[in-house]
């Protein structure tokens, strides 16, 4: 016989939901960088086809001018809504 698996004591529910290998980011949603230590966010702007690459706009400071970067989905963590 196989034994319940329990959850984990003291564990909450968390706002951040982090994608799967097997699960696609999708173009407009909400992400920070896994072990970032700064609370900015950016909006996924690109998916490569394979959803191997996913490229990400993030606001400037003075939300005058933004600036993209290209990460693996693995460094990005989805925020819920």
Do not use: C
């Amino acid at each position: 016989m196989q034994a319940a698996i329990s959850p984990r004591l003291g564990s909450r529910p968390s706002i951040r939901e982090e994608a799967s290998p097997m699960e696609q980011l999708k173009i407009g949603e909400t992400v920070v960088r896994r072990g970032s230590t700064s609370a900015r966010r950016g909006t996924i702007v690109r998916v490569t086809d394979g959803g191997f690459l996913v490229t990400v706009k993030w606001p400037s400071w003075l939300g005058l001018d933004a600036y993209e970067s290209t990460h693996p989905p693995n460094d990005l963590v989805r925020l819920m809504a």
